[in-house]
């Protein structure tokens, strides 16, 4: 409420000082505001108010300041305000065309700025009046839509969605706003998909364009049926492709940004203060944006299976919307002349020649954007992006398509992956990673997410994440019987590695979190080799390698087996988690304890005091057919993912600080506006 | 039999003066040749009862051996013809062609029965042979084809023809006449024949007489002689050009593919002009005339010539070539329903269109989309209604097809790494499917079809030092008329699961049916209406449950929790041996399949039995489930000139017939080849063969052993079976190679199928040519002891098999010398290739026939060239000269 003092204290004296310099629409405005109908003395008043220049300033403020019971006197003059600017967005004019917009702008934001604790009901009566709301809301959103699929001008869409943006975004959280009730019975579904599946309007407006339906879907989403949702969901067309190019796109450009940062980061790593500069560089990066693409991402991977084939599918890394086609039709006799589309795809013959360039899609690119975000979790929208990064992962991780297209032997890539400066690794030459099947990356990415997170400040719930990404991955192949030509062994160590980690950290850890849980993960990850490792294993050779490992870091295993027994027969929380780990550690002590043995005879009769890894290998591949196991069951089951109703809350924050984020760099971007008017201006 | 004819050839160059007449009329009227020939003075009388006979048959059985024409098939193209032609017009036309008749008649002195048969011969020759499809049946139709030709292309050869015939008619000398004209009407008088006499005879009237005549020869008959007819019409004089072009632009008008043929192979066949002549040559002026689409046919479209592919005969070819004579009213029921077909065709695709629009989520996005579809499609569809109208575009789809695989084949060339330029290829490749369906179609192919898909994740780049062959796999479907039939509406990409689920559906499984019957067979009732419906209540529901399980995530199968259960009652033992030899095991029996190599990536492509190639892309397509889906592949080459292997591949066309005519067991395998442009083509590769260069690596095995492992051992069946294989083509192409010279006879050029036949590949070095000039490979054939050791050792029966078999094959190819002599010299004629390097190249060719040995001394040739082979120590040296330079083992 002070602040709102201020604000108006602040006005009166501009008002007063600057009396005699009112601007018109300044006047007309605090017509408005006056009890009396202001067309009662002059009838072309409206005409004539939305050919001014609009004041958002003023308008928003004035809105603002004016108390509880002003304001219901001017109810039916504000009413009759959205009235006007309703029925100005379907005239010809454009100059008044964009000021009516602005003024809905400015009347949506003002009247919520007002009524920040109201109930939504009265921000509606008050804008619009009840009794006429819904057929206000209705003309606007079918004024919106054919002017976002009409013909006009690219600014004049960019408001429009400017606009949409800023009633989507008026409330923190999306689901308190009422206004949107109208937004879902008439739908703009398909003129946002129109926006997206032109190539040249998807430059322009595909950001704001993607973030609208992404924030639009997450409008109750949980408590009631959103035509939005169900939109997206049975979407199953070529505009998806479009939706992807333009993500993809996006992504590009933050990749290329974050490279450039990395390219700054490598050079400074030699002046030793590497670590410290990532942070630095990328706090520039709008991380809230990427959030915003992030989100429609995952919107668009959970909700609609048919994205998934869209994800795998490839391009060149061409930036499409920066180098518009200009389609010569090389035969002067084109059937249609209207159809310049279709020459210029078969002329992308003349694409740029670049030797360099790589092919890519959109997952590729995805994966880079995530070993990027990954490597620092430190702020809380970075911790929220790799979570989401994460979930789109796991997302993709159990649908088939899209593990049938990680998994295809004939679709190679090369990723790039970003890794983390480390004082023990070396800076490999990773620019030579050989081109495999995309799986390997996605491996790879939580391998290294695996490694370089045991810090203090556990990310558990990420990597509880990343284990059940690597599970389910492994599920399908073993499902599927794939034998992926891949280096379990990093796989192995980083996972001891894990278990190492929580127990030597184990106060620490267990006093926020259920570190069974994750240790349950990991150990069971271990079974699915153990006991199944004949359907997806590469070679016979890797079998025996499995054992090696597990032998060579058998103090682990004890230590964990000792922990969780200690734990499980002490009564307390963590009891019945703690036993569960017990039962499934039976196999990996079984193999120790057979093997173990046979190691150290094996060593005492050749007299040996250290067996070379090629000696332990010997020892395992004889010894095996003395070893029982157990089966256990139900290894290759794992929970499905699901949003509700555990991520939730993780949604709801996060949307309401995209929300957050999108109101300001709107209201920024509306008040820019002018500059865009003035354009508009000698135009028409 | 060759010789003789040769020889006749060469002493009656003066004699067919005699029947300048009627040659001279043809060459002006363009008419009716045919019989005019034959009806020299001797046969006049005889030839006074044919005019009222307009049935062909009874009385010209001598022609070539004609089948009894079908009545159905005939009819079609006529009735739908004379629906065309004004019959005023064919009046009037047929009017001139009397008056021409007359005036000639009046210049000529001999020949006789011109005059008295005044306007009739014409009338029955038009209707007697030649010109299958010719529009206007009976009255005086086979008139008016051909002149308008005339008056069109080149009006003012009109004058010049005749004036020149008339003063050759002059000189002839009717006496010898017989014998040729006996030659030229018998049973045996075969398209070879008609072109050895078309490129020997320098008598202007016996190639009119022969370029007349070829329009009675079934279409893919001359179709294989297609490179040597426009090898002479561009290189050779003008009367021989004069000669055939009036045939071309016949079958120009019928068909896109054989326009298009025509266009390709007279670029690549006039680039070795030198700059300046090629430009006004009359190759160039054709192949502009070609592509500028003038010759689209006249009116209404014919009916489609079937001949789609050169070399593959079309069993319905036959009956409607012959069948054009019988009156118009034969036709007037089957016109009906070819009518009616093409309706229903068209209401399909409406029906199959509406039906996929139908599941578009909503009407704005399906609006947009269709636009999207149709812009897409229209470049290379140039639209259902364009082959009515007969629009320009006519011929674009097919070349912006064609053009942009090659414009991708020209850009992988750029990129440095196999890796890099498989990526490409694949993104390129998605690129393109963007504009499928379309009115395209692989030349390459043996069927008509539309290509809907290239499956762009199972294309290789082939290995190759500097250029960037690739291997494509075509999704198409086949229709009857790929001119005609309407376009197939494209499916998105990500439709793929819906589709399959549909499939799944009992009564969409039955719809799909019938729309495979509307489509391939006559339907007499229309079920469209039935068809929309079904297929409507299946899309909905499929799409409803999608809904469904995508809203409701929340179901949790599973509980991670009761996944380690305490309470497991009775734990199941199992022994990690048993698990570890179960890996073991699983590994060992699959060692068939090959590992990807980088490098290499055919390898593993190709290896990959068809079959199952087949299917597994048949279960990834969202075309899949429609009936007439097929898959092609096809090699692009780019960059590469395929004259030499289109004349070497004629040649072994012309071998296998022969060896099948002689019932000589040996086993060749031909692919084809079509020429682009003399540096442009596309393959069709060989399914389910590996190069024996891929084996040895990938297998690091002797070649016999890897027989044993993938075959079995040496007394089963499935291994005698593919041993017999590998010695019948062993001896084919060793029998190959030595007459046509091939060399650079590496591993890698030469395949090994999966039934144990040996392929070899690539024939860019033969006859006068070799790679390099190193010397090497002077042995008569490449004949390494690995082959020997498949073959059973040099003291096996089945190396004796082989050696009979050479010998065998080398007396029957010797019988017919000439059929295959012929084909490499018309070739020879203005073409800068390296193979006619030299001038002894046909001398060359002819000595290794070895025509003055008996055949007892040809025996002891074979085993000369058998046992030098064996010891010959360069085919050792040039084997490891390749590996050490290529790696190629």
Not at chain 1, 579 to 587: E, I, Q
Not at chain 1, 660 to 680: A, W
Request: net charge negative.
């Amino acid at each position: 409420m002070s602040q709102v003092e201020k604000k108006a204290g602040l006005l009166r004296r501009t008002s007063s000082s600057k009396k005699p310099l009112k601007e018109k629409v300044v006047l007309m405005y605090d017509e408005i505001f006056a009890k009396e109908d202001p067309a009662k003395n002059n009838p072309r008043f409206w005409d004539e108010l939305f050919l001014m220049k609009v004041n958002l300033e003023y308008l928003e403020t004035k809105l603002e300041c004016l108390d509880g019971d002003e304001l219901m006197k001017t109810k039916d003059n504000v009413n009759s305000l959205f009235h006007h600017c309703v029925q100005t967005l379907a005239e010809e004019h454009q100059i008044k065309v964009v000021n009516a917009l602005q003024t809905l702008c400015a009347l949506f934001r003002g009247v919520h700025q007002k009524n920040k604790s109201a109930s939504g009901f009265d921000i509606i009566n008050m804008l619009m009046g009840f009794d006429k709301a819904e057929h206000r809301m209705k003309d606007l959103m079918e004024s919106l839509d054919s002017l976002l699929c009409g013909e006009g001008s690219e600014s004049l869409k960019a408001l429009c969605l400017k606009l949409l943006l800023c009633l989507v975004t008026v409330t923190d959280n999306i689901s308190q706003n009422t206004i949107l009730e109208y937004v879902m019975i008439n739908s703009i579904f398909e003129a946002v998909l129109q926006i997206l599946s032109d190539v040249s309007s998807r430059g322009r407006h595909g950001y704001d364009a993607v973030v609208l339906l992404a924030l639009l879907v997450n409008y109750r989403k949980y408590e009631s049926v959103n035509p939005y949702i169900v939109k997206l969901s049975i979407l199953d067309d070529e505009p998806t492709l479009d939706v992807s190019a333009d993500l993809s796109y996006r992504f590009l450009q933050y990749k290329d940004k974050e490279e450039e940062n990395q390219g700054g980061f490598f050079s400074t790593l030699t002046s030793m203060v590497g670590s410290m500069f990532i942070a630095d560089a990328e706090e520039k990066l709008s991380v809230q944006t990427n959030e915003a693409i992030l989100l429609a991402l995952y919107e668009a991977v959970h909700l609609n299976r048919n994205f998934i084939t869209v994800l795998a599918q490839s391009h060149p890394e061409i930036d499409i919307p920066t180098t518009p086609t200009t389609p010569v039709p090389t035969t002067p006799t084109t059937p249609l002349g209207t159809t310049p589309p279709s020459t210029d795809v078969m002329n992308s013959s003349e694409l740029p020649l670049d030797p360099n360039l790589q092919t890519s899609n959109l997952l590729i690119t995805f994966l880079k954007y995530s070993s990027i975000v990954m490597q620092d979790t430190k702020d809380e929208h970075r911790l929220n992006s790799a979570r989401l990064c994460l979930i789109i992962l796991t997302c993709i991780a159990e649908d088939q398509y899209a593990d049938a297209f990680l998994h295809d032997d004939n679709m190679n890539f090369r990723v790039n992956l970003h890794r983390m400066p480390m004082r023990h690794r070396k800076k490999a030459a990773e620019k030579n990673v050989p081109s495999r099947p995309l799986v390997c990356a996605v491996l790879d990415l939580m391998v290294e997410f695996v490694v370089t997170h045991m810090m203090k400040d556990f990310p558990m719930d990420l990597y509880m994440r990343c284990v059940q990404v690597i599970h389910k991955l492994i599920c399908y192949q073993k499902k599927c019987r794939i034998r992926l030509h891949y280096t379990w062994r990093e796989l192995w160590s980083a996972l001891i590695n894990l278990l190492k980690f929580l127990l030597s950290n184990e106060t620490v850890l267990l006093a926020k979190h259920n570190i069974f849980h994750l240790a349950l993960l990991v150990v069971n990850l271990f079974n699915m080799f153990i006991t199944y490792g004949d359907t997806f294993l590469p070679t016979s050779n890797s079998y025996d390698e499995l054992y090696y490992e597990i032998v060579r870091m058998h103090q682990v295993f004890d230590n964990l087996y000792c922990m969780v027994l200690r734990v499980s027969t002490n009564a307390g929380q963590w009891k019945e988690p703690a036993s569960k780990v017990t039962h499934s550690l039976v196999n990996v002590r079984a193999i120790i304890n057979h093997f173990n043995p046979k190691i150290e005879s094996y060593a005492a009769v050749n007299h040996i005091s250290q067996l070379s890894e090629d000696q332990v290998l010997e020892v395992v591949r004889s010894n095996y057919d003395t070893l029982t196991l157990k089966l256990q069951d139900g290894l290759d089951q794992y929970e499905r993912y699901s949003e509700q109703p555990k991520e939730a809350a993780f949604f709801k924050d996060l949307v309401r600080s995209i929300s957050l984020n999108v109101r300001k760099n709107v209201s920024l971007n509306t008040l820019s506006q002018d500059i865009l008017l003035k354009e508009f201006s000698t135009i028409s | 039999m060759g010789d003789v004819e040769l020889e006749q050839s060469v002493a009656q160059t003066e004699e067919p003066q005699q029947h300048t007449p009627s040659t001279a009329s043809s060459v002006s009227i363009s008419s009716s040749p045919s019989h005019s020939l034959p009806s020299s003075p001797s046969s006049g009388p005889y030839h006074h009862h044919q005019p009222t006979s307009s049935t062909p048959s009874p009385t010209h059985s001598d022609g070539p051996a004609i089948p009894s024409p079908s009545l159905g098939v005939i009819s079609e193209g006529v009735t739908e013809l004379t629906l065309v032609i004004d019959p005023e017009v064919a009046k009037k036309a047929c009017q001139e062609v009397l008056q021409k008749v007359k005036l000639l008649k009046g210049e000529g002195e001999g020949s006789g029965f011109e005059g008295g048969c005044g306007p009739d011969p014409t009338l029955a020759n038009g209707t007697v042979h030649n010109k299958p499809t010719d529009p206007v049946s009976v009255g005086g139709g086979g008139i008016i084809k051909p002149q308008k030709i005339h008056e069109e292309e080149d009006p003012e050869s009109l004058t010049p023809g005749s004036v020149k015939s008339a003063r050759r008619r002059q000189r002839h000398n009717p006496s010898k006449q017989s014998w040729l004209l006996r030659l030229f009407e018998s049973k045996l008088f075969d398209v070879s024949m008609a072109i050895s006499y078309l490129h020997n005879s320098k008598e202007p009237g016996v190639q009119a007489y022969i370029g007349n005549r070829l329009f009675s020869f079934r279409h893919e008959e001359v179709d294989f002689y297609l490179p040597q007819l426009l090898n002479m019409y561009i290189h050779m004089d003008e009367d021989v050009g004069d000669a055939i072009k009036p045939y071309v632009v016949h079958r120009c008008r019928q068909s896109i593919s054989f326009s298009l043929q025509c266009a390709w192979l007279l670029g690549a066949y006039s680039s070795d002009m030198h700059i300046s002549t090629q430009r006004h040559s009359r190759g160039t002026k054709l192949r502009k005339l070609i592509f500028s689409d003038e010759l689209k046919p006249a009116g209404l479209r014919a009916r489609r010539p079937p001949a789609l592919t050169p070399f593959c005969p079309l069993p319905n070819a036959t009956p409607a070539l012959h069948g054009h004579g019988v009156g118009g009213e034969h036709g007037l029921s089957p016109t009906k329903r070819t009518h009616q077909r093409s309706k229903s065709d068209a209401t399909v695709s409406i029906s199959l269109s509406s039906n996929l629009k139908r599941t578009a989520s909503n009407p704005k996005v399906e609006s947009s989309q269709d636009e999207d579809l149709s812009s897409s499609s229209e470049s290379l569809e140039c639209e259902n209604h364009d082959c009515k109208t007969g629009t320009p575009v006519r011929l674009t789809p097919q070349r912006d097809f064609i053009k942009s695989l090659m414009g991708i084949g020209k850009r992988l060339a750029t990129l440095p790494t196999k890796e890099q330029k498989t990526q490409r290829l694949i993104s390129e490749l998605s690129l393109l499917n963007h504009k499928l369906p379309a009115r395209v179609w692989l030349p390459t192919s043996a069927f008509d079809h539309h290509v809907v898909r290239v499956p762009h994740t199972q294309a290789v780049v082939l290995n190759s030092k500097d250029k960037a062959p690739y291997l494509i796999y075509v999704e198409v479907l086949e229709c009857e008329d790929f001119e005609t039939s309407s376009v197939p509406v494209r499916i998105s990409e990500t439709r793929i699961r819906s589709t399959r689920s549909v499939e799944n559906l009992p009564d969409c499984g039955i719809t799909a049916d019938q729309r495979a019957v509307s489509f391939s067979t006559v339907p007499n009732y229309d079920d469209d209406n039935e068809a929309w419906s079904v297929d409507d209540i299946g899309e909905l529901q499929v799409e409803l449950p999608e809904i469904h399980t995508n809203s409701c995530d929340n179901i949790s199968q599973f509980s991670v929790d009761s996944i380690t259960s305490l309470d497991s009652k009775e734990p199941i033992f199992i022994a990690a041996g048993d698990i570890r030899r179960r890996l073991s095991e699983q590994l060992a029996h699959t060692p068939t399949t090959f590992r990807r190599d980088p490098e290499d990536p055919s390898a593993m492509a190709l290896k990959e039995p068809w079959q199952e190639k087949v299917q597994r892309i048949r279960e990834g397509s969202p075309y899949g489930h429609i009936p007439t889906w097929r898959l092609l592949s096809v090699i692009v080459k780019c960059g590469d000139d395929l004259r030499q292997e289109l004349l070497a591949s004629q040649v072994l066309q012309q071998l296998q017939v022969i060896w099948e005519q002689e019932r000589v067991p040996i086993w060749i395998k031909p692919y084809k080849i079509l020429v682009i442009s003399s540096d442009s083509g596309m393959i069709e590769p060989i399914v389910n063969a590996v190069s024996i260069h891929q084996v040895k690596k990938q297998s690091q095995m002797p070649l016999l052993d890897y027989f044993l492992q993938e075959h079995g051992t040496h007394t089963t069946e499935a291994f005698l079976t593919a041993q017999r294989n590998f010695v019948q083509s062993c001896a084919g192409y060793c029998l190959i190679c030595y007459l046509l010279q091939v060399k650079d006879r590496h591993n890698g050029n030469i395949l090994l199928d999966a039934d144990g036949h040996i392929i070899h590949i690539d024939f860019g070095f033969i006859l006068s040519s070799s790679p390099r000039n190193l010397g090497f490979e002077t042995s008569a054939f490449k004949l390494t002891s690995e082959f020997v050791d498949v073959m059973g050792g040099l003291d096996g029966d089945m190396f004796n098999y082989y050696k009979m078999l050479m010998l065998q094959g080398l007396i029957a190819a010797r019988k017919h010398m000439d059929k295959v002599i012929q084909i490499v010299e018309i070739m020879q004629q203005g073409s800068q290739l390296p193979c006619f390097h030299g001038s002894s190249t046909i001398r060359s060719l002819k000595e290794r026939f070895h025509m003055s040995l008996t055949e007892e001394q040809l025996q002891v040739l074979v085993e000369q060239m058998v046992d030098g082979s064996m010891r010959s120590i360069t085919t050792k040296l040039y084997d490891g000269f390749q590996y050490l330079t290529n790696g190629i083992m």
